[in-house]
């Protein structure tokens, strides 16, 4: 078995055997029912993999997808313009920096579909791509912009950065609106949702599917899939930790399982976690170990957050969808980061019950309660939960 660690271009992964757990009917839904999309998922959760499926199908490239789900859907293959922009991978603590990734993939498309000199503006050239890329095929462009808000997450706390940056993203990203009638499909994701903050004020048609129940396993692996894909992998895990199967699918679910997404749907494991643990054969923090988001750190620190609210948080659908309110509440940084997750549903009042998904997550917050160093150092209260741990430790002893 190959596990697509850390791979996340489709094409890759069905050309070179990688494990693939079929997500096309889906990716059809999507690309069929509407428009315009945002999908906020935690870090690591499958996001760049499902834009690069979309941008596969779009590009008619039916070889890759024979066999799975979407072969027995789709009839006509056609074949779009697809504009791809993954603003995941740089450093943006310089407004120059933005401008440079944004400029290099604008070149990018000038070079396919041409440019005008009269176009100056990173808006002005978008707009203008998107023109001649409709025009020039005779089909509407499909755009995929994957982790839009990084920009916003590497700046949080750097206030006169961060409006620079929501004034750029405002206008490259709400050309999508103005050139409606070029445009296919626009698909956005990222980790959290700048709503209000105007990053997408001028591109208010998005239908936001973050929390919509027909689409809470578009990214993740449920237990079903787990069962029906590598049982097998599943039963080698449990043998090289002493464990029979249905024990070591026990541990499986308390250890990544339990991202919920909608207050109805199936919990769903972290793909990175689960799929790093079949191929050590062993049990292990992976996904928090990777790295807690200097992001998340900031805002803690900002709030001077303490871990005991984590087990008791309650928010709207409205505040789970928002980060408008960062400066004085972290929850919805939280849930959408992945850290906390939907556990309960007050139908009544249409507030969400919040706790830590699994024991990896759960674990990796106690860490820090266990290292009163690292509390300092970010400046988080912390001091309740860590003399809570201290008096179990107590006890134990």
């Known amino acids: 078995m190959k596990y697509p660690i850390g791979i996340q271009t489709f094409s890759e992964i069905i ?22 999309y945002f999908l906020s998922r935690p870090r690591r959760f499958g996001k760049s993999l499902l834009v690069t499926t979309l941008e596969a199908y779009f590009q008619g490239r039916k070889e890759l997808f024979e066999g799975l789900a979407i072969s027995k859907l789709e009839t006509e293959w056609k074949q779009y313009p697809v504009l791809h922009i993954d603003l995941n ?41 998107i023109q001649r890329a409709c025009e020039q095929t005779g089909r509407q462009v499909v755009i995929l912009v994957d982790e839009y808000d990084k920009p916003l997450l590497q700046t949080i706390g750097n206030t006169e950065l961060q409006d620079n940056y929501r004034k750029i993203l405002k206008g490259f990203y709400g050309v999508a609106k103005t050139m409606d009638a070029c445009i296919r499909l626009a698909f956005f994701t990222g980790v959290t949702k700048f709503s209000k903050v105007s990053v997408f004020s001028d591109l208010n048609n998005l239908e936001d599917i973050s929390l919509s129940e027909q ?90 957050y303490d871990l005991e609210q984590l087990t008791r948080e309650e928010a709207t659908a409205d505040l789970l969808g928002s980060l408008d309110a960062i400066d004085t509440n972290p929850t919805p940084l939280l849930y959408q980061s992945g850290y906390l997750t939907i556990k309960g549903y007050d139908s009544e009042f249409g507030t969400y019950r919040l706790g830590f998904p699994n024991q990896e997550v759960e674990r990796g917050f106690n860490s820090f309660a266990h290292d009163p160093r690292k509390l300092y150092k970010i400046g988080v209260n912390f001091s309740s939960e860590t003399r809570r741990i201290q008096n179990w430790k107590a006890v134990e002893r």
């Not at 079929?22 to 069929?32: E, F, G, I, P």
Request: proline share 3%; aromatic share 12%; with cysteine.
């Open 215 to 304: 689409y809470a396993e578009i990214c993740g692996i449920t237990e079903q899939e787990i069962r029906d894909n590598i049982d097998a992998q599943v039963g080698e895990l449990a043998a090289a930790n002493g464990l029979t199967k249905e024990e070591c699918y026990g541990r499986l679910k308390e250890q990544y399982d339990g991202y919920h997404f909608h207050p109805n749907s199936a919990g769903m494991y972290n793909p990175f976690s689960l799929l790093s643990a079949l191929k050590r054969k062993e049990f292990g923090d992976q996904w928090f170990q990777s790295g807690t988001p200097t992001f998340l750190v900031e805002v803690l620190k900002r709030n001077n």
């Open 89 to 129: 991978a740089a450093d943006y603590r310089s407004e120059e920096a933005l401008i440079s990734i944004i400029d290099g993939h604008l070149r990018q498309f000038e070079r396919t579909f041409g440019k005008d000199p009269d176009e100056h503006t990173v808006s002005e050239r978008f707009k203008g791509v």
């Open 15 to 36: 050309n070179k055997g990688y494990l693939y757990f079929d997500k096309t009917a889906l990716v059809h839904k999507l690309a069929n029912d509407s428009k315009y």
